[in-house]
Structure formats: C-alpha cells, structure tokens
C-alpha cells in the first residue's frame, strides 16, 4: 500500500478521529517541549466553521463528517483554521506545523526550531515542509531532516542541539 492509497481510502468517523489524535500527537510531540502550554493545539469536527457558522450550501444537514470538517485551534485560540485534512494527514500535519512554527517563534521573539553542533556553531533553522507523496518533514536549507513528529530525537540523533534563548 502506497501514501496515494491511503489518499484514496473512504473516511469515516472513525478514520477522522483518528487522523485527529495522529496530527496532535505528531504535534505535541514537536511543539510541546518548547511551547509549554496545554492549550497547543486542539482539533474539532465543524461543519459550519468555513461557512461563518450556517451549514455548507448545498450539503445536507444529515450527511456525515468529512475531513474537510476539521478545524485546528493553536495556542489557545490565537489561530483557528481548517486543518486541511482533505488532503491526507501528511498535509494537514505539514499546514498545522507551518502555521504553530509562526506563533511559536512570535511567543519565543526568536527562530525557532535553530540548531546548533556540539561546538556551539549555529547549523540552521529548520521549517516544515511537505512534499507530494511524502511524509511532511522538517527541513533544512531545503533538504529533508526528519519527520514531524521525530524532531527531538532526530536533533540529539544528528548530535545537534536546540540553540537555547
């Protein structure tokens, strides 16, 4: 089974919470340690958000959720938008790191994540980055780093170390 395939593979309720605890926990798992807040990121099922708060236009009330349906909320509600989940979970996971990497260098005053080797030389800052039918991923300078979701143990793999305020 190819990334095309799961793109392709019916969603259902259960499919869309699922993607929904995926994205969090690839998230947190990135942004949680240097954000340290609980109120990161959350997701929901509305219908209604990209409507401004009526039903879609020609969508029956009784048609089940769709993953287009998903609304992320980051830190606290600063910045609320569709998660993008339409478009599989490697691209909602890329939209949501893109989006929470702003805020969180807006709340640090600083790049953010910048890495530095075990000499204290500045290496870079990586950015999220999705590439079609790939993993959405950190890169740097442009060149895959890891995954989102690996990101601290991919830095301590490299023997790399986040650059500190």
Known sequence: MTLADVRVSRWTPQRIEAAGRFLIERILADFGPVAGRSDLIAVRVDPTW???GGWPEGRPPEDPVEPGDVVAT???GRHEFVARLDEGVEYACWVVADQLQDGVMDDLARPWPELEDSEGRI???LEPQF???MLAHWALRGAP????GHLHD??????WRFVAS
């Open 50 to 52: 990209a409507a401004d």
């Open 74 to 76: 980051l830190l606290g």
């Open 145 to 148: 780093f890891c995954a989102v």
């Open 154 to 159: 991919a830095v301590a793999a490299a023997g």
């Open 123 to 125: 290496v870079g800052v």
């Open 131 to 133: 590439e079609p039918l």
